[in-house]
C-alpha cells in the first residue's frame, strides 16, 4: 500500500470554528488531492497540489484553503467550518500527474460540523 | 458537474455471474480510470485506458473504451463475494490543461454468495 496518512480520521466540530486536515506521503510523489465525497455527488475535488508551494482549486474550493509547505505534506483548511462541509474528506497522490494516472488514496476522514 | 456518470447506480448479481457497469463522460479525455472503493475505506486504482486504446485486461476485469460515444463500460467477469464495493470510473479531460481527476458518481455493485 502506498504511504499515505490522513489525521484527524474522524472530528467532530461545531459551526464556525476552523479546522485543518493533514495529508502526509512517504512515498515522495510530486502531484496530491484532495476530496471530499458526499452520496449522490461521488467525489470531488477540492484542491491539489503540483509540487511545493504550487496549489491550483478544483471544482468545490470555496470555503477552503490549501498549504503545502514541502512534499511529503498537504494541509487542508477550512477556515470557519459551515454544516454544509460535513463529509468524508480524501487525500490522494500521483507521482506524475496525468500522464501516468494512478491515484493512491488514503484512508480518509469523517468531518462532522454541528 | 461531473464529468463521468456511472450507470447502474446499483446492482446487484449471483456469485459467478459477470457485472458491468457502464461511465459516459461529457468532453474529450488523455485517459480514463477505474476504482474500487470498499465501504468505509479510500479508493483503490483498478485499471487505466488511455483514449488511443479500445479494450484493455487485467485478470477477471475487461475495460473498453468509446470514445466516439464518450463512454467506456468495465466488466467483471465470474464475480465473487469479495468484489462486493463501489465502482468509479475518473478522467482527466484534456480542456483542463492540468491535472484534474474528475469522478463520476459511482455504482454499488453487491455481489450475493
Known amino acids: 500500500d502506498a504511504g499515505i496518512t490522513q489525521s484527524p480520521r474522524h ?3 461545531e459551526t464556525g470554528t476552523p479546522v485543518t486536515l493533514r495529508c502526509h506521503q512517504t512515498e515522495n510523489h510530486r502531484y496530491m488531492y484532495w476530496y471530499r465525497q458526499d452520496p449522490g455527488h461521488g467525489l470531488r475535488l477540492i484542491h491539489y497540489s503540483y509540487g511545493v508551494k504550487d496549489t491550483d482549486k478544483g471544482e468545490v474550493s470555496d470555503g477552503y ?3 503545502r509547505s514541502k512534499t511529503e505534506d498537504f494541509l487542508l483548511t477550512l477556515e470557519s467550518a459551515t454544516s454544509s462541509q460535513t463529509s468524508v474528506y480524501f487525500c490522494a497522490i500521483s507521482e506524475s500527474g496525468l500522464r501516468s494516472g494512478e491515484l493512491f488514496f488514503g484512508e ?7 | 458537474s461531473q464529468q463521468g456518470e456511472e450507470d447502474p447506480q446499483a446492482l446487484s448479481i449471483q456469485e459467478g455471474e459477470n457485472a458491468t457497469m ?6 474529450s ?8 472503493q470498499n465501504s468505509g475505506r479510500g479508493l483503490v486504482h483498478l485499471i487505466l485506458i488511455r483514449s488511443n486504446e479500445r479494450e484493455k485486461h487485467s485478470g477477471r476485469l475487461r475495460v473498453t473504451l468509446d470514445t466516439s460515444k464518450k463512454s467506456s463500460s468495465l466488466l467483471i467477469t465470474a464475480s465473487r463475494a469479495a468484489d462486493t464495493a463501489s465502482y ?14 474528475i469522478f463520476g458518481t459511482g455504482t454499488r455493485l453487491k455481489v450475493l454468495a
Open chain 1, 11 to 13: 472530528k467532530v466540530t
Open chain 1, 65 to 67: 484553503s490549501v498549504s
Open chain 1, 108 to 114: 480518509g476522514s469523517r468531518l462532522t460540523v454541528l
Open chain 2, 22 to 27: 457502464n461511465c459516459s463522460y461529457k468532453t
Open chain 2, 29 to 36: 479525455i488523455n485517459n480514463l480510470q477505474w476504482y474500487r
Open chain 2, 88 to 101: 468509479f470510473c475518473a478522467t482527466v479531460p484534456t480542456t483542463s490543461g492540468t491535472y484534474k481527476y
